[in-house]
Every structure is written in structure tokens, then in C-alpha cells.
T-cell receptor, first 113, second 114 residues
Framework: EAEVAQSPRYKITEKSQAVAFWCDPISGHATLYWYRQILGQGPELLVQFQDESVVDDSQLPKDRFSAERLKGVDSTLKIQPAELGDSAMYLC???????????FGQGTRLTVV | AQSVTQLDSQVPVFEEAPVELRCNYSSSVSVYLFWYVQYPNQGLQLLLKYLSGSTLVESINGFEAEFNKSQTSFHLRKPSVHISDTAEYFCAVSAYQAGTALIFGKGTTLSVSS
């Protein structure tokens, strides 16, 4: 069964350092999402791509976060510099097209110390 | 804009008892509705969805949800729960128009005990 792949699964980093997460969506899925999930909360959208174009990044803290999806396939989310408040689960999801159900990866658990 | 309210943060039940997890949404346009389940340190798994057609939708593991447009609700039910149903459940909504990502509620923790 096709899955959304994310790496790493866990990441511990010191504040002020740079960190990056990688996501490979299900083959053929044009839409890719990055969500952040704080412990005990629901996922919140950071950025949404349609192919290689950003559809919505209104909730992405652009002073420290960046996301790209070169060639419209896999994607990287970067944080620089990391802050203590960035500790959370970062979830990548993909869907066949806009507005259909999203399939999630296992997530990357980030701890900033 | 859309929003989702999950009315119960925690629902403790005994095994084989029925359960209902409540979800209300707000939207000025037509919506799609979803329930996802999350086990500890895992991603979210789609449980069931309402896109159109019959307002009662079912999952393969015995859950069902009913779309009620007049009450703007999409409550999740199961007539008899198992220990293995213990997890976090999230209700989500997306607008019936291109370009809108899923918006999630804060989640309901279902704890099933023997």
C-alpha cells in the first residue's frame, strides 16, 4: 500500500540551530501539505502545495520557516533558527488533488532544547 | 472560513459500551467532512469521510458518522467499542471549493477500559 514517507522520525536540536524535514508523498498526488501538531492539539496547516506551487502559506512563520517542493514531488520544510516553541510533531500529507481526503505520513517529532 | 468544534476533549468508556464523539462545524459554504484516528506517536489515519450522497457513512471497523446539515454536525458513533479503539480522534472539514486544506478540531481522546 502506498504511503507518505517522512524523515527523520525523531529530531532533537538545540535552539538557534537549523533543522530540516523531508517528505515524499504518495506517487501521483499533486497536493502536498505540511501540518504542525502541538501535543494535545489538532494539526494546524503550515503550507499547502499544488504541484510545485504554494497554494497557501498564510500560517507559515516566514521569518524562520521555509518550504519548497522542487519538481512537484518531494518536499522539504526548514526551520532556522529553531526556538523552544517549535517543539511539536510535523506532519506531511498528500492528496490526489485539491479538496480530497489527505493521507498522512508518520510525522517527525521535533524537540528543541 | 471554516472551523470545527469537538465538544468533548476526553471520553472514557467501558469495553463493549456504545460511544459517541461529537463534532460541530461552521462554514458559509458547502463542506466535506472527515474523521481521522491517531495512535500515540503516529500520523493520522482516515477513518471515514462524507463527500456527498448518503448522509450516513461507515468505516470498515464498525464506526459510523452522520452528516446533519441543519445541525451542522458530524458525530461519530460506535455501538460497541474495543480496547483497541483507544486513540485520539479528530474531526476535520474542508470547503467545497478548490484550494482549501483540511481544518481540524482539537481532538477527542477515547479511552476504553475493561
Amino acid at each position: 500500500e502506498a504511503e507518505v514517507a517522512q524523515s527523520p522520525r525523531y529530531k532533537i536540536t538545540e535552539k538557534s540551530q537549523a533543522v530540516a524535514f523531508w517528505c515524499d508523498p504518495i506517487s501521483g498526488h499533486a497536493t502536498l501539505y505540511w501540518y504542525r501538531q502541538i501535543l494535545g492539539q489538532g494539526p494546524e496547516l503550515l503550507v499547502q502545495f499544488q504541484d510545485e506551487s504554494v497554494v497557501d502559506d498564510s500560517q507559515l512563520p516566514k521569518d524562520r520557516f521555509s518550504a519548497e517542493r522542487l519538481k512537484g514531488v518531494d518536499s522539504t520544510l526548514k526551520i532556522q533558527p529553531a526556538e523552544l516553541g517549535d517543539s511539536a510533531m510535523y506532519l506531511c500529507a498528500s492528496s490526489l488533488r485539491l479538496n480530497t481526503e489527505a493521507f498522512f505520513g508518520q510525522g517527525t517529532r521535533l524537540t528543541v532544547v | 472560513a471554516q472551523s470545527v468544534t469537538q465538544l468533548d476533549s476526553q471520553v472514557p468508556v467501558f469495553e463493549e459500551a456504545p460511544v459517541e464523539l461529537r463534532c460541530n462545524y461552521s462554514s458559509s459554504v458547502s463542506v466535506y467532512l472527515f474523521w481521522y484516528v491517531q495512535y500515540p506517536n503516529q500520523g493520522l489515519q482516515l477513518l471515514l469521510k462524507y463527500l456527498s450522497g448518503s448522509t450516513l457513512v461507515e468505516s470498515i471497523n464498525g464506526f459510523e458518522a452522520e452528516f446533519n446539515k441543519s445541525q451542522t454536525s458530524f458525530h461519530l458513533r460506535k455501538p460497541s467499542v474495543h480496547i483497541s479503539d483507544t486513540a485520539e480522534y479528530f474531526c476535520a472539514v474542508s470547503a467545497y471549493q478548490a484550494g482549501t486544506a483540511l481544518i481540524f478540531g482539537k481532538g477527542t481522546t477515547l479511552s476504553v477500559s475493561s
